[in-house]
T-cell receptor, first 114, second 114 residues
Framework: DADVTQTPRNRITKTGKRIMLECSQT?????MYWYRQDPGLGLQLIYY???????NKGEISDGYSVSRQAQAKFSLSLESAIPNQTALYFC?????????????FGPGTRLTVL | GDSVTQMEGPVTLSEEAFLTINCTYT??????LFWYVQYPGEGLQLLLK?????DKGSNKGFEATYRKETTSFHLEKGSVQVSDSAVYFC?????????????FGKGTKLSVIP
């Protein structure tokens, strides 16, 4: 079984709809991240969380919100989806520590907003 | 601002050709450096890493040396295969973030033709 899972894997929605992307991990990591990937732009950090009570904005948090329901779960919400949020979304986890640690990625969710 | 500059693609090589993908970065101190790879339809996975200056990371025939004097971490492979076709991301820590985030380059798409 995969260590980092994302649901759904694909989603098509309409402008103005609220949607939630979910991420679960079995690695026991405290740190979790949400990224979006657009062609030619690499990965951009949306939000990150270093433990259950910690939520931090990344470089492109506008239009998104997150919830860290438990150590193993970190969900991303689009309150009112718009077409330029069409992208590939990745969840990632890493260990806690004093060094820059490897991040482990989920398989991604492809979101299309019509 | 940007803390990583990665060679733009796409790059197309014939099988058994030599590969170099350049990466330079800005960062405080001497952090760990990473190269990630994304195969078609998958999430990112760690390819190799170097944890200190002059360290060489290697995996699957790929190598990268942490050059602190030039703040570079170029990826090389002596003889590429069709199975190496993927997108490659350089990932140093986010400059000055102090929060142990990674900053991903824009990615370099490699296509290897038989």
């Amino acid at each position: 079984d995969a260590d980092v899972t994302q649901t759904p894997r694909n989603r098509i929605t309409k402008t103005g709809k609220r949607i939630m992307l979910e991420c679960s991990q079995t690695k026991g990591h405290d740190r979790m991240y949400w990224y979006r990937q657009d062609p030619g732009l690499g990965l951009q950090l949306i939000y990150y969380s270093f433990d259950v009570k910690d939520i931090n904005k990344g470089e492109i948090s506008d239009g998104y919100s997150v919830s860290r329901q438990a150590q193993a779960k970190f969900s991303l919400s689009l309150e009112s989806a718009i077409p330029n949020q069409t992208a590939l979304y990745f969840c990632a986890t890493s260990e806690t520590g004093d060094s820059y640690n490897e991040q482990f990625f989920g398989p991604g969710t492809r979101l299309t907003v019509l | 601002g940007d803390s990583v500059t990665q060679m733009e693609g796409p790059v197309t090589l014939s099988e058994e050709a030599f590969l170099t993908i350049n990466c330079t970065y800005t960062a405080t101190g001497y952090p760990s450096l990473f190269w990630y790879v994304q195969y078609p339809g998958e999430g990112l996975q760690l390819l190799l890493k170097a944890t200190k200056a002059d360290d060489k990371g290697s995996n699957k025939g790929f190598e990268a040396t942490y050059r602190k004097e030039t703040t570079s971490f170029h990826l090389e492979k002596g003889s590429v295969q069709v199975s190496d076709s993927a997108v490659y991301f350089c990932a140093p820590p986010d400059s000055g973030a102090g929060s142990y985030q990674l900053t991903f380059g824009k990615g370099t798409k490699l296509s290897v033709i038989p």
